[in-house]
Each structure stands twice: as C-alpha cells, then as structure tokens.
C-alpha cells in the first residue's frame, strides 16, 4: 500500500487546513487508519485514527474537538480536517494504515505498516 499525503501548508493560529492521503489499493477497507505527527526535535505522536468502515474515530486530547477525521472506501482517500489551529499544532502530518482489526493499540506508530511521507503544516501566531 502506497499512501500519499498532501494539504499541508501555512496558515495563521484560528485557521483551518484539510489535509488528504490517497492509498493505491483497491482494498482500502481493509485497513484501519490513522494520523500522526512529528514537529522539531520532538517523538512522532498519535492525533487520530479511524477504524475500517468509519464507525469507530478516537483522538487525541490535544486536538478534540478541532480536528475530524474521516475516510472515504469508495475513493480510497483518508481525510483531516483541522479547525482552530494553534502554533503548538506545527508539525509534520504523516497518514499511516493498518490491516484492521489487528487489536493492537490504535494510538502507538509501530502499529502501522505503511506510511506516507508526510505534509507540513505551519501555524503561526
């Protein structure tokens, strides 16, 4: 699986930004996805992730209620669309999958086995 990830950008604290990641595969509901990000000098960490068939979102505690995570099987794309965004949100965004119900934790990196190759995103104050 080949994931794509692209949206990134610059924008001002209180913006939005929507970032996308295509798979090239026709089994895209066969893996659960995620979000993760990795800003300067810092660990990759979890923002979000959405099982197989989209019945299943959980987040972050820094980006609830900001952030929604969403996926379309028909189109083979993953979605994130960011509101209110803060400086402390600067990062890169990389989209990551799954094979889905692996019943491992959701919110750890060495979970996934495919990764895309990221897209910056820049808040400024």
């Known amino acids: 699986v080949q994931l794509q990830a692209s949206g990134g950008g610059e924008v001002q604290a209180g913006g939005s930004l929507k970032l996308s990641c295509a798979a090239s595969t026709h089994i895209f509901s066969s893996f659960d996805m995620g979000w993760f990000r990795q800003a300067p000098g810092k660990e990759r960490e979890f923002v979000t992730f959405?099982?197989?068939?989209?019945?299943?979102?959980y987040y972050a505690d820094s980006v609830t209620g900001r952030f929604t995570i969403s996926r379309d099987n028909a189109k083979n794309t993953l979605a994130l669309q960011m509101n209110s965004l803060k400086p402390e949100d600067t990062a890169v965004y990389y989209c990551?999958?799954?094979?889905?119900?692996?019943?491992?934790?959701?919110?750890?990196?060495?979970?996934?086995?495919?990764w895309g190759q990221g897209t910056l995103v820049t808040v400024s104050s």
């Open positions: 959405i099982n197989w068939n989209g019945t299943r979102a």
């Open positions: 990551a999958a799954r094979t889905r119900y692996s019943g491992s934790p959701y919110y750890r990196p060495r979970e996934y086995g495919y």
